[in-house]
Nanobody
């Protein structure tokens, strides 16, 4: 079994910052890409940022220059530093990990953490 546990969400005022963390644990041989996605009410789940095992990153245009994704391979953890937050960043944020274990190579998802940007 694999678990992805997210933390760091909450309520923040516009212009503020939050840092999300997501730790993967369980039966893991290797983790390839890790990422963050978000889903606002009534909308589809969209990519926010992804990072490869080698550290290459890509971002949604809407967050470029404001958000930074990073990872600690020794801890199987991915982070999302979110600065200059806007009300439109309000969503449930999900982390993902593409990994191999005894059973398969597939994408796993965290349970989601709420981020609310409001004054």
């Amino acid at each position: 079994q694999v678990q992805l546990v997210e933390s760091g969400g909450g309520l923040v005022q516009p212009g503020g910052s939050l840092r999300l963390s997501c730790a993967a644990s369980g039966s893991i041989f290797v983790i390839y890409g890790m990422g963050w996605y978000r889903q606002a009410p009534g909308k589809q789940r969209d990519l926010v940022a992804r990072i490869t095992s080698g550290g290459s990153t890509n971002y949604a245009d809407s967050v470029k220059g404001r958000f930074t994704i990073s990872r600690d391979n020794a801890k199987n953890t991915v982070y999302l530093q979110m600065n200059s937050l806007k009300p439109e960043d309000t969503a449930v944020y999900y982390c993902s990990a593409d990994l191999s274990n005894d059973y398969a190579t597939r994408r796993y998802w965290g349970q989601g953490t709420q981020v609310t940007v409001s004054s």
